[in-house]
């Protein structure tokens, strides 16, 4: 069974520009959570899509945004980029429900500059 | 709110010898507890998960949680420690379905 799959696997970006990740999940799976990971900050929930429809959002500004297709890809979109917004950027898969297990992908390395 | 505390940023273990990560949660529930593991440019990967049944928690690679509500504590542990445990590890606590909160990571030398 294939694991999570996030693409690209790195990315170099300028301040201002906005960029798409995106995140395949477990065969079956229908929940997909995203998380970013800094040094200064560890890691963050930033919103979780569950049947198409965000669930949970974290504590981050609308200039991340996120979505989920009918077969249960997501993708996350920044705009207007900082520097700050540098970090890998992990997505998890879950079968949804009351069911927690999350799996993670390898994660997308965003670097601005 | 749930949050969780690792008490130790970096451990040292001989190759060998016993592993103790600590961890301490807070919970306003009966949370699920869970142990994740990180090496260098890799994704997480879950090593056990607490979920309200037994209170010590078998994970793989030998490593094992015990859950003490009375000490609000989730402690990760493994009889003798292998190069190959040299890692980063979270431990997560969740309150809300596919919401986990992470804390902030041991890192885990092992010497030879």
């Known amino acids: 069974k294939a694991g999570v799959t996030q693409t690209p696997r790195y990315l170099i970006k300028t301040r201002g520009q906005q960029v798409t990740l995106s995140c395949s999940p477990i065969s079956g799976h229908r929940s997909v959570s995203w998380y970013q990971q800094t040094p200064g900050q560890g890691l963050q929930f930033l919103f979780e899509y569950f049947s198409e429809t965000q669930r949970n959002k974290g504590n981050f500004p609308g200039r991340f945004s996120g979505r989920q297709f009918s077969n249960s890809r997501s993708e996350m979109n920044v705009s207007t980029l900082e520097l700050g917004d540098s970090a890998l950027y992990l997505c998890?898969?879950?079968?949804?429900?009351?069911?927690?297990?999350?799996?993670f992908g390898q994660g997308t390395r965003l670097t601005v500059v | 709110a749930q949050s969780v505390t690792q008490l130790d940023s970096h451990v040292s273990v001989s190759e060998g010898t016993p592993v103790l990560l600590r961890c301490n949660y807070s919970s306003s529930y009966s949370p699920s507890l869970f142990w994740y593991v990180q090496h260098p440019n890799k994704g997480l990967q879950l090593l056990l998960k607490y979920t309200s049944a037994a209170t010590l928690v078998k994970g793989i690679n030998g490593f094992e949680a015990e859950f003490k509500k009375s000490e609000t504590s989730f402690h990760l542990t493994k009889p003798s420690a292998h190069m190959s445990d040299a890692a980063e590890y979270f431990c997560v606590v969740s309150e809300k379905p596919r919401q986990l909160t992470f804390g902030s990571g041991t890192q885990l030398t092992v010497l030879p």
């Open positions: 998890a898969s879950s079968l949804g429900g009351d069911k927690n297990e999350a799996f």
